[in-house]
């Protein structure tokens, strides 16, 4: 083990000493009153309550199969059979209180109380069979005015190792002492399967949420995003009940003006990576609230997509992966303990969970003014849209219902062709309500604090993929100087046929061949036909919200000429 990361240990054990107490093992300084779980659980298991960092560590390299300690100091763990999200097997009880309120659809599949109340059951069961079990407490929000408190009861430490990075994590002895009773509480037997034969039931996982009961349940599946994106969803329900806008979306702040940025964009498509900039402080990258105030995180860490992850590249996040971060599903060296972040053998989905207090910039407490910048980042693969358009307030709505982002389909020999993926809000997965309520409280914000909008390609330009190469990160960090700095908005523009985004004609650092996609393509032809292509499936997938969209809001999409 080297200096670095004896040191990092060292200074975790003297902030957080653990011991050993008839209920299980606690941090010494935040010792907590004895918790009620349920009247269910039989209290034979060891309750670990609030551990340290290198109790949960101990703990994982002990018991559970997998766990190594890297040469950075990160505890390694695989997550079974399952490396992703199960958006299929997602359900929420349908019950009086919110039925009304609900988006239900292929997104929000519907459940009956008797269905979750005998997966809460086994899922209990499961626990009560442990010897050990893991309770974490933590507040998802930063702002107190609108933060819930979260209760986490699981049985592997992985896994509450994961939530005491993603939940914020009280702040001292007397705040865990006087927490109380959550708000909401996450039932984590993932490692037991669902029932297959039970009515709701697609397969053997199961991801739950029951608004009335205030409780989740997980079965039959080990990835720990479940657990995120389960609070994820549950702000996306409750924070519009409050008045307030939930996003998918990260944000980072000015220092030196307190200027601030909201990223929107899907996985993959530099949302998390663009929003860790050296230069600005980082309030989340994942998850906020936007309300009269400001903005707030709802998090306390952030989870990083691993693959093809270098210091040159990514120099924030590559050096936050250190003791007391998780990382998922990675392959690493056998005696050096080194990762290999270009190996995706176990899944191309590794990833990293972190508390905010390893990006040196990140700001404390993670609350922001208005944002004067919101960004749209896509990753065109098409090779269709520009590295950067201004957007009007009818083409932010547009785009914000819509949701874009392609994929390279491609596991067939020889078939390159891109896929179009449609997101609503970029964020449909955790959306719980219509997405016109969410873009009509969008509206409101923008208009009323008079924020600019942009919307970014990080995807392909010059062809599509197989022909053209991918916008390079430098370049989409240079644009997003001259929009932090002001310039970009200076420079004049020319409308893109089809699309008719406002392209500006330079941006510092950046070549202007490349601004206008059209200049990029040798076949000219080809281009025509492609952009049309994208056009149609943009036209196509706007149809399900055609009804209550406005004829302005319709025409700010492309426009192909019959």
Same mark, same amino acid.
């Given at each position: 083990?080297?200096?670095?990361?004896?040191?990092?240990?060292n200074?975790?054990?003297?902030?957080s000493?653990?011991?050993?107490?008839?209920k299980g093992y606690h941090?010494?300084?935040?010792?907590?009153?004895?918790?009620?779980l349920?009247?269910h659980f039989?209290?034979?298991?060891?309750?670990?309550?609030?551990?340290?960092?290198?109790?949960?560590?101990?703990q994982?390299l002990?018991?559970?199969?997998?766990?190594?300690?890297?040469?950075?100091?990160?505890?390694?763990?695989?997550?079974?059979?399952?490396?992703?999200?199960?958006?299929?097997?997602? !359900?929420?009880? @349908?019950?009086? /209180? =919110?039925?009304?309120? #609900?988006?239900?659809g292929p997104?929000?599949?519907? $459940?009956?109380? %008797?269905?979750?109340?005998?997966?809460?059951?086994?899922a209990?069961?499961?626990?009560n069979?442990?010897?050990k079990?893991?309770?974490?407490?933590?507040?998802?929000?930063?702002?107190?005015k609108?933060?819930i408190?979260?209760?986490?009861?699981?049985?592997?430490?992985?896994?509450a190792?994961?939530?005491?990075?993603?939940?914020?994590?009280?702040?001292?002895?007397?705040?865990?002492?006087?927490?109380g009773?959550p708000?909401y509480?996450?039932?984590?037997a993932?490692?037991?399967?669902?029932? !297959?034969?039970? @009515?709701?039931? /697609? =397969?053997?996982?199961? #991801?739950?949420?029951d608004?009335?009961?205030?409780? $989740?349940?997980i %079965?039959?599946?080990?990835?720990?995003?479940?657990?995120?994106?389960?609070?994820?969803?549950?702000?996306?329900?409750l924070?519009?009940?409050?008045g307030?806008l939930?996003?998918?979306?990260?944000?980072?702040q000015?220092r030196n003006?307190?200027?601030t940025?909201?990223?929107?964009?899907?996985?993959?498509?530099?949302?998390?990576?663009l929003?860790?900039?050296?230069?600005?402080?980082?309030?989340?990258?994942?998850e906020?609230?936007?309300?009269?105030?400001g903005?707030?995180?709802?998090?306390?860490?952030?989870?990083a997509?691993?693959?093809?992850?270098?210091?040159?590249?990514?120099?924030?996040?590559?050096?936050?992966?250190?003791?007391?971060?998780?990382?998922?599903?990675?392959?690493?060296?056998?005696y050096?303990?080194?990762?290999?972040?270009?190996?995706?053998?176990?899944?191309?989905?590794?990833?990293?969970?972190?508390p905010?207090?390893?990006i040196?910039?990140?700001?404390f407490p993670a609350?922001?003014?208005h944002?004067k910048?919101?960004?749209?980042l896509?990753?065109?693969?098409?090779?269709?849209?520009?590295?950067?358009?201004?957007?009007?307030?009818?083409?932010?709505?547009?785009?914000?219902?819509?949701?874009?982002?392609?994929?390279?389909?491609g596991?067939?020999?020889?078939?390159?062709?891109?896929?179009?993926?449609?997101?609503?809000c970029?964020?449909?997965p955790?959306?719980?309500?219509?997405?016109?309520k969410?873009?009509?409280?969008?509206?409101?914000?923008l208009?009323?604090?008079?924020?600019?909008?942009?919307?970014?390609?990080?995807?392909?330009?010059?062809?599509?993929h197989?022909?053209?190469?991918?916008?390079k990160?430098?370049?989409?960090?240079?644009?997003?100087?001259a929009?932090?700095?002001?310039?970009l908005?200076?420079?004049?523009t020319?409308?893109?046929?089809?699309?008719?985004?406002?392209v500006?004609?330079?941006?510092?650092?950046?070549?202007?061949?490349?601004?206008?996609p059209?200049?990029?393509?040798?076949d000219?032809?080809?281009?025509?036909?492609?952009?049309?292509?994208?056009?149609?499936?943009?036209?196509?997938?706007?149809?399900?919200?055609?009804d209550?969209a406005?004829?302005?809001?319709?025409?700010?999409?492309?426009?192909?000429?019959?």
């Amino acid at each position: 083990m080297n200096q670095a990361v004896a040191e990092s240990i060292n200074k975790s054990l003297k902030s957080s000493t653990a011991e050993y107490t008839p209920k299980g093992y606690h941090i010494t300084e935040l010792e907590s009153d004895a918790i009620y779980l349920d009247e269910h659980f039989s209290g034979n298991a060891k309750i670990f309550h609030n551990p340290a960092v290198p109790v949960l560590y101990e703990q994982a390299l002990a018991f559970e199969h997998g766990s190594a300690i890297t040469s950075t100091g990160a505890l390694v763990t695989r997550s079974g059979v399952k490396t992703g999200r199960s958006p299929k097997d997602k !359900r929420i009880v @349908k019950e009086p /209180s =919110s039925q009304d309120d #609900i988006w239900w659809g292929p997104v929000n599949i519907a $459940m009956d109380d %008797l269905s979750f109340m005998i997966n809460r059951e086994r899922a209990i069961d499961y626990l009560n069979t442990q010897e050990k079990i893991y309770v974490i407490d933590g507040y998802a929000g930063w702002d107190p005015k609108y933060r819930i408190k979260v209760r986490v009861i699981c049985a592997r430490a992985y896994h509450a190792l994961f939530m005491h990075n993603m939940l914020i994590r009280p702040a001292n002895r007397e705040e865990l002492k006087s927490f109380g009773e959550p708000d909401y509480t996450i039932y984590n037997a993932g490692q037991f399967p669902a029932n !297959r034969y039970t @009515k709701g039931m /697609s =397969s053997s996982s199961s #991801i739950a949420i029951d608004f009335a009961r205030k409780e $989740m349940v997980i %079965l039959g599946t080990q990835y720990a995003g479940e657990m995120k994106k389960g609070i994820l969803t549950i702000m996306m329900y409750l924070m519009p009940k409050m008045g307030v806008l939930p996003l998918h979306s990260s944000c980072n702040q000015a220092r030196n003006n307190g200027d601030t940025t909201l990223f929107f964009g899907l996985s993959g498509t530099g949302k998390t990576t663009l929003s860790a900039d050296i230069n600005r402080d980082l309030i989340g990258d994942d998850e906020h609230v936007w309300t009269d105030t400001g903005c707030f995180n709802i998090e306390g860490g952030c989870y990083a997509k691993c693959i093809d992850l270098s210091r040159e590249k990514e120099p924030e996040i590559f050096d936050a992966i250190k003791f007391g971060s998780v990382l998922e599903n990675v392959v690493y060296n056998e005696y050096s303990r080194k990762v290999n972040y270009n190996d995706v053998s176990v899944t191309e989905n590794t990833r990293c969970a972190y508390p905010l207090e390893h990006i040196p910039n990140a700001k404390f407490p993670a609350i922001a003014g208005h944002p004067k910048n919101i960004i749209m980042l896509t990753c065109d693969a098409f090779g269709i849209l520009p590295p950067v358009s201004r957007l009007d307030a009818n083409q932010v709505m547009y785009h914000f219902i819509q949701g874009y982002t392609a994929k390279v389909a491609g596991t067939e020999v020889g078939v390159t062709e891109p896929t179009a993926t449609f997101s609503s809000c970029y964020g449909e997965p955790f959306i719980v309500w219509h997405p016109t309520k969410y873009a009509e409280m969008l509206a409101t914000q923008l208009h009323k604090h008079s924020a600019r909008a942009w919307l970014i390609n990080t995807g392909w330009t010059g062809g599509s993929h197989g022909v053209g190469s991918r916008i390079k990160l430098s370049y989409t960090r240079a644009i997003i100087d001259a929009i932090h700095s002001g310039e970009l908005e200076k420079i004049p523009t020319t409308k893109m046929d089809v699309f008719g985004f406002q392209v500006p004609n330079s941006c510092p650092g950046v070549p202007s061949e490349i601004l206008m996609p059209i200049n990029g393509w040798s076949d000219k032809e080809k281009y025509v036909q492609t952009m049309h292509k994208l056009a149609r499936l943009f036209i196509e997938n706007f149809k399900k919200f055609q009804d209550k969209a406005s004829p302005e809001l319709i025409a700010a999409g492309p426009i192909l000429n019959q």
